[in-house]
């Protein structure tokens, strides 16, 4: 399986991932989190991959996370709660998200990406 890229192609971290996976010739899928957005069953194997706790799959810098008041509810809601409420809507998901179907990466960071995505 090549690699899934669960991106939003306005996003800053996104598009640093993207150039990297660009400038290490890495192949990969890239997937609009917006408009194709993971389903719950794909979202809950990918928080079950990861090993992150679900609140790690939460984008708290975006507009929506604020204006439905999520900071309190991810603190007190039980994983299912919140799955449920990460696929309502592919802003809400923290990005990128990248799988090869068994490890999972969250957001970007250079040295993850090379532990993980260099060949």
């Known amino acids: 399986m090549s690699l899934q890229f669960y991106w939003y192609p306005n996003c800053g971290t ?3 991932a993207k150039k990297w996976f660009d400038d290490n010739e890495i192949e990969y899928e890239a997937i609009h989190i917006v408009e194709h957005p993971p389903s719950r069953e794909e979202l809950e194997s ?3 991959k990861s090993g992150l706790e679900i609140k ?5 810098s975006g507009k929506k996370y604020r204006e439905l008041g999520l900071k309190d509810k991810v603190k007190e809601s039980s994983p299912e709660e919140l799955l449920d409420i990460l696929v309502t809507d592919g ?8 799988t090869d179907g068994e490890k999972v990466t969250v957001g970007f ?3 993850e990406f090379e532990e ?3 060949k």
């Open 109 to 111: 960071k250079e040295e």
């Open 116 to 118: 993980n995505w260099k």
């Open 14 to 16: 996104c598009k640093k």
């Open 46 to 48: 990918l928080y079950n």
């Open 91 to 98: 802003m809400l998901i923290k990005r990128p998200i990248v």
């Open 56 to 60: 790690k799959f939460f984008n708290t």
